[in-house]
T-cell receptor, first 113, second 119 residues
Framework: DAGITQSPRHKVTETGTPVTLRCHQT?????MYWYRQDPGHGLRLIHY???????DKGEVSDGYSVSRSKTEDFLLTLESATSSQTSVYFC????????????FGQGTRLTVV | AQTVTQSQPEMSVQEAETVTLSCTYD???????LFWYKQPPSRQMILVIR??????QNATENRFSVNFQKAAKSFSLKISDSQLGDAAMYFC????????????????FGKGTRLSVIA
């Protein structure tokens, strides 16, 4: 358990509304990631962070923004949710140790109607 | 960029039998790590096994073992004595160590294989 908590766990929202998902970690890891999981696509990287205020885009970043004002919190925002953003979202961390796997939060199931 | 391919969207196995899940990857790097993750219906991502590319010996964890063929860029997972609790989605993943100094080494995932276990 790497002390990662995602909130909310489930959310239903309407098309066009803004949505923010939160990832909170308790172990002071520097590197954090947001993935989305869709059937037939596996997990795809949306954005990542390598420190406070240091973020960058991943493979599927269009329509998403992130912020990291504190080490422990990494926020993912959908500025104007679309039905194509219905997905399961995972936050992950990778400790800066050679060979260590990624640790994941419990996931957030987001449905955009 | 690295890619990971899992060519079997679904597999099934009889309880107590053995099943092998396939994974191939594409990379120009010589040093990296490979992982198998299990995702049960709870959605939790659980590490099953890891393999270091510079180690020739195949990793094993109890009933789980891998067949790592570096030249062929193949990393298959063998589950022996399959149990009902093994039913899950399995993901193969790659992690580069090239940027480890900066820490920016996100995992790259395959699309997954859904394993069913038949009683």
């Amino acid at each position: 358990d790497a002390g990662i908590t995602q909130s909310p766990r489930h959310k239903v929202t309407e098309t066009g509304t803004p949505v923010t998902l939160r990832c909170h970690q308790t172990e002071n890891h520097r590197y954090m990631y947001w993935y989305r999981q869709d059937p037939g696509h596996g997990l795809r990287l949306i954005h990542y962070s390598y420190g406070v205020k240091d973020t960058d885009k991943g493979e599927v970043s269009d329509g998403y923004s992130v912020s990291r004002s504190k080490t422990e919190d990494f926020l993912l925002t959908l500025e104007s949710a679309t039905s194509s953003q219905t997905s399961v979202y995972f936050c992950a961390i990778t400790p800066r140790v050679r060979g260590t796997e990624a640790f994941f939060g419990q996931g957030t199931r987001l449905t955009v109607v | 960029a690295q890619t990971v391919t899992q060519s079997q969207p679904e597999m099934s196995v009889q309880e107590a039998e053995t099943v092998t899940l396939s994974c191939t990857y594409d990379t120009s790097e010589s040093d990296y790590y490979l992982f198998w993750y299990k995702q049960p219906p709870s959605r939790q991502m659980i590490l099953v096994i890891r393999q270091e590319a510079y180690k020739q010996q195949n990793a094993t964890e109890n009933r789980f073992s891998v067949n790592f063929q570096k030249a062929a860029k193949s990393f298959s997972l063998k589950i022996s004595d399959s149990q009902l609790g093994d039913a899950a989605m399995y993901f193969c993943a790659y992690r580069s160590v090239r940027n480890l100094r900066s820490g920016n080494t996100p995992l790259v995932f395959g699309k997954g294989t859904r394993l069913s276990v038949i009683a």
